[in-house]
């Protein structure tokens, strides 16, 4: 007599007071027999593992593409001919639907690959994004891992890409001067075409042109493989 009882909870249980848990307890101490308390607990720990799982995958991708949506149409360097010469398709790609979208390909023996640039990158974008081949959705340079580690800033990385796609620039005109108009040839080919050719002395400008070329190419080159490739 006048001792107010509490709720009524099953022996052995411990649930935190106030909690949505101790709530779920305080439910099943009334309803479950003594042996299914343990494998109830149990089953209950585990979605909330897998809740708490699955909530942390979709936070890290939605910051995986707040940060592809900034850093990637400034850049494009990995569609536009710079980076890569050519993409190999993989088992998974479907190269009729490739193909039916308005990507070229290409058979070498037994490899199905397409060149860059990239006849689907236009104006600094991805026509066929969401159906993009898997190499290409897997790809992701330093630049974006760096962001994703949380070791550079947004802004660092933006000052990078800005300053690679000055000298790709300046690699392009230099080679558009000396007569190379293949815009639809990767970079690297293009500038063993000019560099393969004899050099005429007689032509100052040109001789001067193309050591400007070699320079842009060799700052081109160091900021690839500094900030790019993986």
Same mark, same amino acid.
């Given at each position: 007599?006048?001792?107010?009882? %509490? ?142 580690? %949380? ?27 000396? %007569? ?30 193309? %050591? ?19």
């Amino acid at each position: 007599h006048g001792t107010r009882s %509490g709720p009524r909870t099953h022996p052995g249980t411990k649930p935190s007071p106030g909690s949505n848990h101790a709530r779920s307890w305080r439910i099943l101490a009334r309803s479950l027999p003594p042996h299914q308390i343990g494998i109830a607990e149990k089953i209950s720990q585990a979605r909330m593992a897998l809740r708490k799982h699955l909530m942390k995958n979709i936070d890290r991708d939605s910051t995986k593409a707040e940060t592809v949506g900034k850093l990637c149409p400034p850049c494009g360097l990995c569609c536009n001919g710079a980076l890569f010469g050519d993409v190999e398709l993989q088992k998974s790609d479907n190269a009729k639907k490739l193909a039916a979208l308005g990507l070229p390909l290409q058979r070498m023996g037994n490899k199905t690959r397409f060149l860059q640039p990239c006849a689907c990158f236009k104006d600094n974008l991805c026509t066929i994004y969401a159906d993009r081949p898997s190499r290409c959705r897997a790809f992701e340079c330093r630049l974006l891992q760096k962001v994703q580690a %949380g070791n550079i800033s947004v802004d660092t990385a933006l000052k990078a890409i800005q300053r690679t796609r000055q000298i790709n620039e300046t690699v392009l005109r230099l080679l558009r001067e000396l %007569g190379n108009a293949e815009e639809l040839l990767p970079l690297n080919r293009r500038c063993s075409q000019v560099m393969s050719q004899p050099v005429d002395l007689s032509r100052g400008k040109s001789v001067d042109i193309r %050591g400007e070329l070699m320079m842009a190419v060799n700052q081109l080159v160091h900021n690839l493989e500094r900030n790019f490739l993986c």
